[in-house]
């Protein structure tokens, strides 16, 4: 960090390590060694003006290196035509040579997931990493990084809009609103009997392609708009938009419930069917 910046955080743990006890280079030092991240856009994250291969290579931290020394020479470009195969890039000689305008946008990705793989994270960090791709390749993209959870036993956060698409692939969910937690649970029970008024919108505004809809009809939103954070209401932030607010909800909510299912609201749904 540079000295007139500032982290911030109510709490900050990562193996049960306090980061905000660490100095800045020791926190850089335990997040290089540990935590990796893939971005959206990854054609856009790539430098035009160089190729592939060289990008790659660069990217392989000099203490991943496990050997004898006379091996050392030439074991970066072995270990990034590994990592090109690992995440399922066959042809890794065309691929190393190539510029990133030259390959798709799924391969490019491919190629962000390697880079990220180089330094042998224990937490992946993934910011829409489907964001604007066609559906084949979303789904080869999410196959990867199944594998990657399952068989590196790497965590992975998915950071996503696409509610539907989370349930699908990610073990357990936390919902954001203006930048605090409204709700988390396993994926299944959330989508099923969700808790928090927000949740509850965000399910009813995925469209059911699946039952007929009448000519015209309107999707199920919330009314009002995200407020800006110069501007956040006071107590609950969703209050002015929530169709179940009432008195109390000037009161900030905490995170309540079952130890696997939390929520903030003072006025939760569903809660018979527990």
């Given amino acids: 960090n540079k000295d007139n910046w500032r982290v911030t955080a109510d709490r900050m743990r990562f193996d049960d390590i306090d980061l905000l006890r660490l100095s800045a280079r020791e926190r850089r030092k335990l997040v290089g ?11 856009s994250c790539l430098d035009p003006s160089e190729r592939v291969g060289r990008q790659l290579m660069q990217n392989i931290p000099a203490w991943t290196y496990k050997g004898r020394w006379w091996q050392r020479f030439g074991w ?14 066959k042809d890794h000689k065309d691929a190393m040579r190539s510029f990133p305008y030259e390959l798709t946008e799924g391969e490019c990705q491919k190629v962000m997931i390697a880079i990220a793989l180089a330094n042998q994270p224990r937490l992946l960090i993934a910011d829409e990493p489907t964001n604007s791709m066609e559906p084949t390749t979303q789904a080869q993209i999410f196959r990867l990084l199944t594998r990657l959870n399952q068989n590196s036993n790497t965590t992975i956060l998915l950071i996503s809009h696409d509610l539907q698409m989370l349930s699908q692939w990610a073990d357990k969910i936390n919902v954001l609103y203006c930048g605090q937690t409204v709700e988390t649970a396993p994926s299944k029970e ?21 039952s007929a809809m009448p000519h015209k009809s309107r999707l199920n939103t919330l009314p009002g708009a995200i407020p800006l954070l110069e501007q956040l209401p006071i107590g609950c ?3 002015p ?34």
Avoid: W
Avoid at 33 to 43: G, K, L, R, T
Avoid at 76 to 89: D, Q
Avoid at 249 to 268: E, Q, S
């Fill in 237 to 239: 932030r969703l209050g």
């Fill in 33 to 43: 060694h540990n935590v990796s991240m893939i971005f959206q856009e990854p054609q």
């Fill in 190 to 210: 959330l989508v099923t009997m969700p808790h928090h008024p927000y949740t509850q919108a965000l399910i009813r505004a995925i469209p059911d392609f699946g």
């Fill in 241 to 274: 938009r929530c169709p179940y607010a009432q008195r109390e909800c000037i009161v900030t909510p905490r995170l309540t419930g079952a130890k696997n299912h939390l929520y903030a609201c003072h006025f939760p749904l569903n809660m018979e069917k527990e």
């Fill in 76 to 89: 970066r470009k072995r270990r990034a035509i590994e990592l090109l195969h690992r995440v399922g890039i």
